[in-house]
Nanobody
Framework: QLRLVESGGALVQPGGSLRLSCAASGRTLDNSAIGWFRQAPGKEREGISCISINDGNTYYADSVKGRFTISADNAKNTVYLQMNSLKSEDTSVYYC???????????????????WGQGTQVTVSS
């Protein structure tokens, strides 16, 4: 059974940076795609980035494009989300999740992802 654990969330000032980690255990992330989602209170879960492990293709929502970078370390079975130029509207609980094979095709549809972590809180405030 695949288990995902997010870490790296914190309180950071606007304009600052954070790196989130999504560590997988139970099996490798081969043949998987890993997405990052976030959910603020009272709002729907929003997909923001995805990486397909097999081919390395990456996807970004417009809201984070140019500021966030997703990457994978296959040796550590971990996916990262580097977040730069953080804004107050980035404040959310951030989740990672897996889906089979590739991100493509309804990239941001949460029900296509079958394993989820517990989330990590990111707060951007001065």
């Amino acid at each position: 059974q695949l288990r995902l654990v997010e870490s790296g969330g914190a309180l950071v000032q606007p304009g600052g940076s954070l790196r989130l980690s999504c560590a997988a255990s139970g099996r490798t992330l081969d043949n998987s795609a890993i997405g990052w989602f976030r959910q603020a209170p009272g709002k729907e879960r929003e997909g923001i980035s995805c990486i397909s492990i097999n081919d390395g293709n990456t996807y970004y929502a417009d809201s984070v494009k140019g500021r966030f970078t997703i990457s994978a370390d296959n040796a550590k079975n971990t996916v990262y989300l580097q977040m730069n130029s953080l804004k107050s509207e980035d404040t959310s609980v951030y989740y990672c999740a897996t889906r089979p094979y590739y991100c493509s095709g309804y990239v941001w549809l949460p029900r296509l992802y079958d394993n989820w972590g517990q989330g990590t809180q990111v707060t951007v405030s001065s």
